[in-house]
């Protein structure tokens, strides 16, 4: 069997067998089923070496919203641009024009309300679910996939390992993280995100003198009060390789320990930064009493690593662009940034330089795969 999810154990036990895992060696994870179960340190929980994509286990986000970054991708269930071959998850972003034709990415309409399990919007937030091109606003010109356990796998506390490689190409931004099933203490970023690897696909991208594209990947914790409240600076570690060997050019295990006491996050065992919690907790660590007086602490009377104290399932995902990840100040070549993040169009502004990026990511050469994430296996195991 290539995966074992919670659900699996849940079935077998009523939730009258609930364990309470407090004061022994083990910690609790916890299945959709709300059965709570303890595990033996070192027990691997979950598995996925991608033989094919297992929809009993990940389903696929299927929106226009952009992540609230006003990205320029669509998300849809489609094997273009999710697949496996070889026991390998392909990721590839492709040209929105290239099923529907550029007229109706400038001024069509897009419709993503669906009616089947698998073919459903997934966020409406942001016109996520239906969209109307008038030639300025535009539809989003990228495809794309992202992966998600939400309905069908979920844990507190455990190390997760995902082997994978990362896109080649201008403006392509690669993801593996967690997100909280339940919203238990508010919208986001209050109720935590954790970031095992971000990267961003340019080969020549500098800001200050370092390569901030396929050089380098960085892992973060995202907790606050609100958009404005985010206390990420003080919980984001970055690793570079050497000049000219990037992430692109070869797998990795990008790797996250999360427990009550810390959260560490490592690359191919190579510790890369480790958040350690405070005796005052995350609202501590982030300094918000100080620098935002008066504001109530959403975590007080929690568990001292509150946000994350709760349960949280897995994400992968393939953008592209949008207003807040690639840095206006940053030096791309072959060509600079085609957009401004303080562009009311900046969608159309990237369309409209499609000849100067999209030939970075290659789609002639290996079938457009090197523009693609390529996901070898993710595991969770139990601390």
């Known amino acids: ?27 609790s994870t916890s299945s959709l089923q709300g059965v709570k179960r303890c595990h033996e340190a070192g027990e691997l929980i979950f598995e996925d070496e991608f033989d094919k994509i297992d929809f009993t286990v990940w389903d696929h986000e299927i929106t226009m919203a952009g992540g609230g970054n006003w990205e320029f991708q669509v998300y849809w269930n489609n094997r273009t641009n999710s697949y496996t071959r070889d026991s390998v998850l392909y990721m590839k972003p492709t040209l929105t024009s290239d099923r529907f034709g550029e007229e109706l990415v400038r001024t069509g309409q897009l419709d993503l309300w669906g009616g089947q399990p698998g073919d459903m919007c997934t966020m409406a937030q942001f016109y996520g679910c239906q969209r109307a091109g008038n030639g300025v606003n535009i539809i989003n010109p990228i495809a794309s996939s992202r992966l998600r356990t939400a309905g069908h796998f979920g844990f507190t506390y455990g190390k997760v390992e995902a082997r994978a490689q990362i896109p080649e190409g201008d403006w392509i931004w690669p993801a593996i993280w967690l997100l909280p099933i339940h919203q238990v203490y508010g919208g986001w970023p209050t109720s935590g995100e954790i970031d095992i690897m971000e990267s961003r696909g340019n080969l020549n991208l500098v800001q200050d003198g370092v390569n901030i594209g396929a050089e380098q990947v960085g892992g973060t914790l995202h907790y606050g009060v609100d958009y ?3 206390g990420w600076p003080k919980a984001h570690y970055d690793k570079n390789t050497a000049p000219g060997q990037g992430w692109n050019t070869d797998f990795h295990r990008y790797q996250v320990e999360w427990t009550p006491e810390f959260i560490k996050f490592s690359i191919d065992d190579k510790e890369m930064g480790t958040v ?4 005052g907790g995350m609202w501590e660590l982030g300094d918000f009493a100080n620098d935002f007086p ?5 975590w007080e009377g929690q568990a001292r690593s509150a946000p994350f104290d709760q349960e949280f399932f897995l994400v992968m995902n393939v953008a592209v662009g949008g207003v807040g990840y690639f840095s206006d100040d940053a ?16 969608s159309l502004d990237f369309l409209n330089a499609q000849t100067s990026w999209y030939p970075t990511w290659k789609p002639e050469e290996e079938d457009g795969e090197l523009a693609a994430m390529k996901v070898d296996y993710v595991k969770v195991w139990a601390l």
């Open 276 to 279: 350690t919690v405070p005796d």
């Open 294 to 298: 008066g504001v109530k602490n959403p």
């Open 331 to 346: 030096q791309n070549s072959p060509a600079e940034k085609p957009w401004s993040n303080e562009s009311p169009q900046s």
């Open 228 to 230: 404005t409240m985010n």
């Open 1 to 27: 069997m290539k995966w074992v999810s919670l659900i699996s154990l849940a079935i077998s036990f009523s939730s009258s067998s609930a364990l309470d895992c407090s004061g022994s060696s083990s910690v």
